[in-house]
């Protein structure tokens, strides 16, 4: 019981991080009609510049410099960059966006090098929190869930409480009608393309320390965090964080629970080969739940994809 | 697309005289006998074991890439997963030299067939669901896809090894007339082949009418469905033949590397044949072909000179995606018209003008990017580089001063003759444009 | 002409409806074309017609209703399906493959029908039917001159003409076309419709038009669509004469005409 209790914090935290992406992503993508490739590469550079705001100045002024940083990239990425290609249609963007995602990729690694970085807890929030039966919780897990729900929370005033929030509201249904009232369109990208952007930054700022902080960690996380908005439904909030909560839960429970197939398979009546090396089905039989935990999220889409196109909360086709 | 054949039909004037079925003319031969006579010499010219070894890797990066660009510049499909296709016929290629007694019969030639089924069997699993709607979502389950599969080699080990692969010797095979393929120069003869005939065979599927009806897809599914053909299985044929191409390439890869990881799987080097295949154009035949060439030139032979040269290779990537969507062959063809037209030479002046000026501009801004990386990345104490045979002081200021100069004055000036130089092109592609 | 006994009609539809939503477009059509008939649908802007059209050939399933084709039922259908039965439409707007030739354009269009499926083994190149018979369309549509252009670059009338090449391109008996004349000037309008004429000889035509000298010049019958039900079906001059009609719609359209 204790034990679930742990995991339901750790799935908590892992889905809230995959949410802070996935929101901006899925926000991205109502608007523009664009799956941003390199949402996770903005996330990367959150930590990045974070870590370098954070060797003058600490930690906290990280948290409050870099997200804005990363977000005016962004907007100048969309700027210069992404509303060029807009006029060839959506397969040359997502093009362009894969392009960018191995850019900078290769600009962290030329600024920054190979190897990971120090980019550490703050001292500040480096102790046990509380602990769940000898589990200890550390502060900083805490800190984390308390800034994603806060992030969560202002977004969702500013989308449901402000004339901006209308308006992208209305997009997020209408995509077509917002240009016929006479809103300038192409701010309102480069905006909405800023604040996801930031949004990933932000996610980048407090994972960066936990995670670690290396070039590479763009790519792990980028086909995850993709999988979770097609999951959730393209151009559904709701369904971006229905979708990263699921996926942060059943990963963590896959992990540390382990769950084999050889107990499966004998349960229901299959008898275990012996010497289980010579078997052809060997990998089957002592596949365990841990070594799957990281497929798990495709399989998911795979068949959400060949079932339900819209994603568990879409009403758009993708 | 502008199909190079079509200009060899006869006008449809007033004679009776329509178009013919065309025949095998020699114009539409000449590029191939001239690029299997090209395959045929090369080794003799190139013979050093490692230009015979860059070759090989050319010539299967070309197929993969011609496959690729059967889904995306023939079909309107774009693939965050076709590695898979090429592995797993890889695999399965490595698997049968492992096969002792089966191998032992089979002539080694004859060994990409059977990566080109698999590869083939695989798109027909995946190709019957994914292939329903184009553009985005073929594109998520297509990465979908790719990363369950490269995800799974660390899983079904009986198939794909772990993490260390399998590896296998191709010289087990059953002797090909007195030839065991122990020496690098008989794969090569045996990877042209196939390129020869591998290319021959997806241009040919270009023009059947499948593949005519891809193209009609791509532009505009809607309408080819009111002409009687279904959008998702013209897309699925599409799919399962470059499934084939794929796994064609990937049992060439055994054969020439004799082992297969779960890099053949991976996004990443999906991500490279869209590289590869963009940068050369996706709006010809040839393009891909041309993409792989430059890019295996700039992986061997670029990396050599410099650690960064992803970095380059992703700059020039995205410049082509924002500035030549048509890749290096949209480029050259650009010329086609003034060629023809006998304007071409308007074009000399402006050129000079522009491109050598921008020329100084990349070289300007590479050496900048290389002193701040030796700067920044160079091991303590290490302060002397070499750049363009010239030895300096990279922790000094003037070196980099003059790099950022000759940057900012070859944009400068490449940037005010831009203007002449499209103005002329656009003269030059205005029949008696010059005389006017 | 009116339906002949004996052999159904080309194109029957009963009781049709379809709602998008809440909405109710369609509201119950009935219709009946008989084989070689000129029928033009007008009605008002928002009466229904393009989606009828649409709902015809297979774009949108209907929400209840039969049409069938030649007898066959073919409501539900895919469009490759209901084409490969033998009837083929035009599009509103302009509906071609910007990046392909004319030619090849017109080319593509003949495929299907030729028999040629999804063949792999065939090389368009070498088949004589089906260059001279896409040779044949071009001439018939006076884009001979045209045909190594990417289409995209064609202008507006070259491009309506074009799109009217590809529909009757697969030899279909029932031809729809959707507003051909849209958008055009009188001279452009002219050409198209003695091209419509021309290419339409012994086929069923279905067309919604709104150049009402368009539709009294070729419609043997004409169908008068309002707010998703057919207010009155007849010849030119009866429908002229319908007072039903004049009030809903014609008598504005004609007062406006001298």
Wanted: aromatic share 12%; charged share 10%.
């Amino acid at each position: 019981m204790d034990l679930i209790l742990v995991n339901l914090i750790d799935g908590l935290v892992t889905g809230l991080l995959l949410f802070m992406l996935s929101a901006g992503l899925t926000l991205i993508f109502s608007m523009m009609g664009v799956l941003n490739f390199a949402h996770a590469s903005f996330y990367m550079l959150g930590a990045y510049f974070a870590y370098q705001v954070s060797v003058y100045l600490g930690f906290w002024m990280g948290l409050l410099i870099a997200p804005p940083a990363v977000g005016l990239v962004g907007a100048m990425i969309e700027r210069y960059g992404l509303r060029r290609v807009h006029q060839y249609g959506h397969v040359p963007e997502l093009i362009f966006t894969f392009g960018l995602a191995l850019l900078i990729e290769e600009a962290v690694q030329f600024i920054w090098g190979k190897d990971q970085i120090a980019y550490n807890i703050p001292e500040v929030l480096q102790f046990t929190a509380f602990s769940i039966a000898g589990n200890s919780i550390p502060a900083y897990k805490v800190f984390m869930i308390f800034i994603s729900v806060a992030i969560f929370l202002a977004l969702l005033f500013v989308l449901t409480r402000t004339r901006v929030g209308m308006i992208i509201q209305a997009a997020l249904s209408y995509p077509r009608t917002v240009e016929a009232l006479g809103h300038n369109v192409p701010l309102i990208f480069m905006g909405v393309f800023g604040v996801g952007t930031g949004l990933a930054g932000v996610a980048g700022v407090i994972a960066g320390p936990v995670l670690s902080t290396f070039p590479g960690m763009a790519v792990v996380l980028g086909s995850i965090v993709f999988v979770t908005i097609v999951i959730g439904g393209l151009g559904s909030l709701w369904g971006a964080l229905v979708a990263s909560l699921l996926i942060g839960w059943i990963t963590t429970f896959a992990k540390s629970y382990n769950l084999r197939m050889e107990d499966l398979l004998t349960g229901i009546g299959f008898s275990r080969p012996e010497p289980i090396w010579d078997s052809a089905w060997a990998d089957l039989w002592t596949l365990t739940s841990p070594q799957i935990a990281d497929i798990l999220p495709y399989l998911l889409m795979i068949l959400i994809l060949a079932f339900r196109p819209y994603g568990l909360f879409g009403k758009r086709d993708v | 697309m502008t199909e190079p054949d079509q200009k060899h039909t006869p006008p449809p004037a007033r004679t009776p005289v329509r178009a013919r079925p065309a025949p095998v003319t020699l114009a539409n031969a000449l590029p191939w006998i001239l690029g299997g006579l090209f395959l045929l010499a090369m080794p003799f010219i190139f013979q050093s074991n490692s230009a015979i070894t860059i070759m090989n890797q050319m010539a299967i990066t070309i197929i993969f890439a011609l496959s690729y660009n059967m889904l995306l510049g023939q079909g309107g499909m774009l693939s965050f997963g076709h590695a898979v296709y090429m592995g797993v016929g890889g695999f399965l290629c490595v698997h049968i030299m492992n096969w002792g007694d089966v191998f032992a019969l089979m002539p080694l030639p004859v060994l990409p067939v059977f990566g080109g089924v698999f590869g083939m069997g695989l798109a027909l699993i995946v190709g019957s669901f994914s292939t329903r709607k184009a553009g985005t979502i073929f594109a998520m389950i297509s990465l979908g896809v790719g990363e369950l599969i490269a995800a799974c080699s660390v899983i079904i080990v009986a198939f794909f090894g772990g993490e260390e692969g399998i590896s296998g010797d191709r010289t087990y095979g059953l002797p090909f007339f007195g030839v065991e393929f122990l020496h690098q120069i008989e794969v090569y003869y045996l990877t042209a082949f196939w390129l020869m005939l591998s290319a021959l065979l997806m241009f040919l599927f270009s023009r059947t009418p499948i593949g005519r009806m891809a193209n009609a897809v791509r532009d505009n599914p809607e309408r080819a469905e009111f002409l009687g053909y279904s959008a998702r299985w013209v897309r699925f044929y599409s799919f399962v033949a470059a499934g084939f191409f794929a796994g064609i390439a990937g049992g060439l890869f055994a054969i020439n590397y004799e082992i297969l990881t779960e890099e053949n799987l991976n996004l990443a080097t999906s991500g490279q044949i869209l590289l590869v295949t963009f940068l050369g154009g996706v709006g010809f035949f040839f393009g891909p072909i041309l993409g792989a060439i430059l890019f295996t030139l700039l992986q061997t032979v670029l990396s050599l000179q410099t650690e960064i040269w992803q970095l380059y290779v992703g700059v020039l990537f995205l410049a082509t995606v924002m500035y030549f969507p048509g890749g290096l062959a949209g480029v050259l063809m650009m010329h086609a018209l003034p060629l023809r037209l006998g304007q071409a030479g308007l074009l000399v002046g402006p050129y000079i003008r522009t491109l050598v000026p921008a020329v100084v501009c990349a070289l300007g801004a590479a050496s900048a990017m290389e002193i701040l990386f030796h700067l920044r990345h160079a091991a303590l104490g290490e302060s002397e580089m070499t750049l363009f045979w010239i030895t300096f002081d990279s922790h000094a200021p003037l070196p980099l001063a003059i790099a950022a100069v000759a940057a900012v004055a070859g944009f400068w000036l490449a940037r005010r003759s831009a203007p002449a130089m499209a103005e002329a092109w656009h003269k030059a592609s205005t029949p008696h444009g010059g005389a006017a | 002409m009116t339906a002949t006994p004996g052999p159904p009609p080309a194109l029957e539809i009963a009781g049709l409806k379809k709602s998008f939503g809440k909405a109710e477009i369609i509201r119950g059509v009935d219709l009946s074309i008989g084989a070689g008939e000129r029928h033009a649908v007008i009605g008002p802007n928002g009466a229904g017609k393009s989606t009828l059209f649409n709902l015809i050939t297979g774009r949108f399933p209907p929400s209840s209703g039969a049409i069938r084709l030649h007898g066959h039922d073919i409501s539900g259908k895919a469009p490759f399906e209901i084409n490969r039965m033998g009837l083929s439409r035009s599009f509103q707007i302009t509906n071609i493959f910007p990046r392909m030739t004319v030619f090849e354009n017109v080319r593509c269009s003949l495929l299907w029908a030729q028999g040629y499926r999804y063949s792999f083994w065939h090389m368009v190149n070498r088949s004589r039917d089906l260059n001279e018979g896409a040779e044949d369309i071009l001439e018939q549509i006076n884009l001979t001159e045209r045909r190594d252009l990417p289409a995209g670059v064609l202008s507006y009338a070259e491009q309506r003409a074009l799109e009217i090449g590809i529909t009757i391109a697969g030899g279909a008996n029932v031809i729809m076309l959707d507003e051909p004349t849209a958008g055009m000037s009188h001279s452009e309008t002219d050409y198209i419709v003695n091209l419509i004429e021309k290419v339409t000889e012994n086929k069923t035509l279905v067309m919604v038009e709104h150049d009402m000298g368009v539709v009294f010049g070729l419609a043997d019958r004409i169908s008068v669509l309002v707010y998703g039900e057919i207010i009155a079906t007849g010849r030119p001059e009866e429908v002229r004469s319908n007072p039903k009609v004049q009030e809903a719609y014609l008598g504005a359209a004609l007062e406006a005409e001298h």
